[in-house]
């Protein structure tokens, strides 16, 4: 409960979609985010804070406060009939919003969903939201919901859009998913604020995931930033958050990304300078967006007694839309008719809604700086978020850095203990898998805070396992390295040939918390039927940028 005042706190949570560690100001960007480095500076941010490294995986662990796959999603929202590959959260989890219920919160989601069944080759008329298999925000503890079911799509024209069971249309001419999310935000929080009870909201940005969608006024902003190129974009970033706190000094940058192309061989630099220019300007509105969350908290006078957390689902992300590929889920039209133009073509310059473009692996290395790998990975450029807690009646208003290791799986235990609420031992009869987070509330009193046990991670046989000071970590199909986190985050010396009983001892508590936790060989995984897709994608994964 707030600090002074007996009261329960209202909570929101945000997370935003693909993000890299250096992509926001007060974490080392030349970004326009004036609103997170408000809160950033004024709350706590988190030197070590992880997520999962993928969408849903991510998504499912930070509302149930289980690993992925005790909450059902061990890969995908592809259901492989396995207890952790069902991909939906299963009975035996409860939301942050059903458990928040249970103690007098209102609730409400705006945003990305993404873990409630495969909607990747659905359309409206195939797919079965609402129907077991296919659970719906409000059928899992918000009492609203405005947004997407899919992992992905355009933010002109997104898909699968819904409005609490309804599917619904974009609507008015300037309609931008991010903006959408945004003032339905303001909408819930004005609704739930002049209410007795705290409330709770969810607020799901698809920023900056691919598509490169962003309006001409945020991009005009950002246009030839980047003419110096990735390399020295990694590089001042590096330097601006060791400025900061966030980084160690004496953490070094990492190489950069073996399959990442010579600034100076570019010859279409003005369209790399472009591509980065949207994604900067999706991340722009973002921010825009998370200012009206904040204006709407001051007007009603209760932002002192608000807990806002900030965080990304996964690290930047590295993956290439070929010329020639089609995403079912990508509109083959713009609303107002014009055929829409998928892949990373450099006769075409992104952002408008008549394209579908990424940002590739070079920029995407930048967006992870100092750290290595991307989003998929379990190395630190894969799982490494920024992580803001903003509470104006608790936390000190001071700039205030935590090198503690928090996870995702820690986000329900700290709105229960928020809240004075209780993890619950079972859900409409469904025995409940224990909880497996901490509580943060004594790491925003305390910088010196640090956690008790082991985290660990497994996501399409990428492998890590933190232990204190000691991280285990392993690309598929590779071998075992061994990293000392306080004297080396950016992963640059491999002890794994020093340490032989250290990675015995690792190994060996993965392979414990695997069988626990309904953790399948990735090998057998891979060999199921349903994973042809993805057999496809491994095939091609994380090309060189063109």
């Known amino acids: 409960m707030s600090k002074g ?4 706190p209202n909570i929101i949570l945000i997370m935003v979609d693909d993000m890299g ?28 804070f992880y997520n999962y490294a993928r969408c849903c995986p991510t998504r499912a662990a930070l509302l149930t406060g289980v690993y992925p796959h005790q909450a059902g999603i061990g890969h995908m929202t592809v259901d492989l009939g396995w207890e952790g590959y069902r991909g939906f959260i299963n009975d035996n989890t409860i939301t942050i919003g059903e458990a928040l219920k249970i103690s007098g919160y209102n609730t409400a989601m705006a945003g990305k969903w993404h873990v409630g069944g495969d909607y990747l080759l659905s359309t409206p008329e195939s797919a079965r939201p ?6 719906m925000p409000v059928q899992r503890g918000f009492d609203h919901h405005y947004g997407t079911l899919i992992g992905a799509g355009s933010f002109f024209n997104p898909h699968t859009l819904v ?21 339905h935000s303001v909408k819930f929080i004005d609704d739930m604020g002049a209410k007795e009870e705290p409330f709770f909201l969810y607020t799901a940005f698809t920023a900056p995931h691919w598509p490169l969608h962003a309006f001409e006024e945020d991009i005009a902003k950002y246009k030839g930033r980047y003419r110096n190129g990735w390399d020295e974009l990694r590089k001042s970033r590096y330097e601006e958050a060791k400025g900061s706190g966030v980084i160690d000094a004496k953490w070094a940058i990492s190489q950069r990304d073996e399959n990442q192309l010579d600034w100076n061989t570019v010859e279409d630099q003005d369209w790399e300078d472009a591509r980065m220019a949207v994604y900067a300007a999706q991340i722009d509105r973002m921010d825009q967006n998370i200012g009206k969350i904040l204006t709407k908290l001051r007007a009603m006078d209760i932002e002192n007694n608000t807990l806002i957390m900030f965080l990304s689902d996964n690290g930047g992300c590295a993956e290439f839309l070929k010329e020639d590929g089609r995403f079912e889920f990508a509109p083959s039209k713009t609303r107002d008719g014009q055929d829409v133009k998928t892949g990373n073509t450099k006769d075409v310059m992104p952002g408008p809604a008549d394209t579908y473009m990424s940002y590739d692996l070079s920029w995407a290395n930048a967006s992870n700086s100092p750290f290595r790998l991307f989003k998929h990975w379990t190395h630190e450029g894969g799982i490494s978020t920024p992580f803001i807690a903003y509470w104006p009646d608790v936390i000190d208003k001071e700039h205030r850095v935590f090198r503690g290791a928090g996870h995702i799986i820690d986000v329900m235990a700290t709105c229960l203990d928020a809240a004075g609420g209780q993890y619950p031992e079972d859900r409409d009869g469904f025995k409940l898998r224990p909880m497996q987070g901490q509580s943060l509330l004594p790491a925003f009193e305390n910088e010196s805070w640090t956690r008790d046990g082991e985290l660990f991670w497994e996501h399409e046989g990428n492998i890590a396992v933190r232990q204190n000071e000691w991280k285990l970590v392993r ?34 508590l993965y392979d414990s918390w695997a069988s626990r936790s309904y953790v399948i060989p990735w090998e057998r995984v891979l060999d199921h039927p349903d994973m042809t897709a993805t057999r496809k994608r491994l095939k091609e994964q994380a090309p060189p940028s063109s």
């Open 5 to 8: 005042t007996g009261q329960r």
């Open 163 to 183: 409005s609490d069971y309804d599917h619904i249309e974009p609507e008015g001419d300037d309609y931008y998913y991010t903006d959408a999310i945004g003032d």
């Open 21 to 48: 560690f250096s992509d926001i100001g007060c974490y080392g960007s030349e970004i326009n985010t004036p609103n997170l480095d408000h809160m950033s500076a004024s709350g706590a941010s988190f030197s070590q």
């Open 130 to 135: 609402g129907e077991p298999g296919w659970p």
């Open 475 to 508: 690309k598929f199909p590779g071998d075992f390295e061994l990293y000392n986190m306080d004297e080396d985050r950016t992963e640059t010396n491999n002890l794994a040939r020093k340490m032989p009983e250290r990675i015995l001892e690792m190994t060996g």
